[in-house]
């Protein structure tokens, strides 16, 4: 193995979590809760971070990881400003 990892790629992907069934047919919706999956690669040998220290699958309040741990899942939501 002779890369030395110093440059990575993150690749992210971000779910909005609605709850469809309560909303009036063409309502706009603003979400509070997110889902956030992320895997990162070295930019140079593609070599895929691994993940540990969170349990495998997927929880409602709490971060998880794949059961190949190449991603982690995090819980997510957005700041409220006052205007």
């Known amino acids: 193995m002779n890369c030395k990892h110093l440059k990575f790629i993150c690749h992210s992907r971000v779910g909005r979590m609605v709850e ?8 706009e ?17 593609g070599g895929e971070l691994l993940f540990w220290g969170m349990p495998m699958g997927v929880h409602p309040t709490r971060p998880t ?7 982690v899942r995090l ?9």
């Open 65 to 71: 990881i794949s059961a190949d741990q190449k991603e």
């Open 29 to 45: 919706v603003m979400p509070l809760d997110f889902k956030v999956d992320i895997k990162v690669n070295c930019a140079d040998c």
């Open 75 to 83: 819980n997510a939501g957005i700041e409220l400003k006052a205007r």
């Open 20 to 27: 469809e069934h309560e909303l009036p047919i063409g309502s």
